[in-house]
Structures are given as structure tokens and as C-alpha cells.
């Protein structure tokens, strides 16, 4: 899937949509999701133009997947989440319902947030 530099990620990116930020670096943005799914639930995505997690795993360079890593446990921390626990989520494609095709995490906290997906 080709990159969509419309996609509304790129859009914020671009300061055309405005969002509540909660951390910035060189490689990276993270802010509060508009439709909050949990009392925190933050998306981190990185600058570059990366459809998905394996988009950013194949084509980033090092140092902007090791700036990606790090950024999501400084906005966990920044949050207060480390002591409780909070959740890293990342969609990839339509069956797992992915929105935005722009490479992103969630961080979900703030609350006892129980299984992900039911025992079979």
C-alpha cells in the first residue's frame, strides 16, 4: 500500500489539524487520541511516511525506530502509566482495523484495562 500524505496523521503533522500534544522530538509525535477509548489513550507515530509497523520495521533507519521505541516508554512515564501498567497497541491493515495508514501506537491507561481478546 502506497503512502497517503493526506491521511489525516499527515495532516497533523503538517500543523494543518491541530491536536493536544503530549510529547515531540526529531522523529516523533504523540497526542491525545480525539475518541479516547480508556481515561489516557495517547497515538505516537513517527515523522516519516510509514504506512505500518512493518513499513517503519523494513525502510526507518535505526536510529528513528530506536527514537520510537524510546518515546513511547517516555510518554508512558511522562503519564504517570509505569507503576499500573498501560497498553501498546498498533493496527495493522483492515482485519485488524487499522483507520489511519499512518504508522501509529496507542498507549492505553488510566484504568484496569482487563484481557485484550477473549479465551477460546
Do not use: W
Not at 503533522?13 to 479516547?36: G, N, T
Not at 495517547?42 to 520510537?68: C, H, M, N, T
Amino acid at each position: 500500500m502506497a503512502y497517503d500524505r493526506n491521511n489525516i496523521f499527515a495532516r497533523i503533522l503538517r500543523s494543518e489539524i491541530p491536536c493536544q500534544k503530549v510529547y515531540e522530538d526529531v522523529h516523533v509525535l504523540a497526542f491525545s487520541d480525539i475518541r479516547p477509548q480508556a481515561p489516557v489513550h495517547v497515538l505516537v507515530i513517527p515523522k516519516g511516511e510509514y504506512v505500518s509497523l512493518d513499513d517503519f520495521a523494513a525502510k526507518a533507519p535505526a536510529a528513528e525506530q530506536a527514537a520510537f521505541v524510546a518515546a513511547v516508554g517516555k510518554v508512558a512515564r511522562q503519564l504517570g502509566l509505569t507503576e499500573a501498567g498501560y497498553r501498546v497497541l498498533a493496527n495493522h491493515g483492515a482485519d485488524a482495523g487499522q483507520e489511519v495508514p499512518h504508522f501509529h501506537v496507542h498507549i492505553f491507561g488510566g484504568k484496569r484495562l482487563g484481557r485484550m481478546l477473549p479465551r477460546e
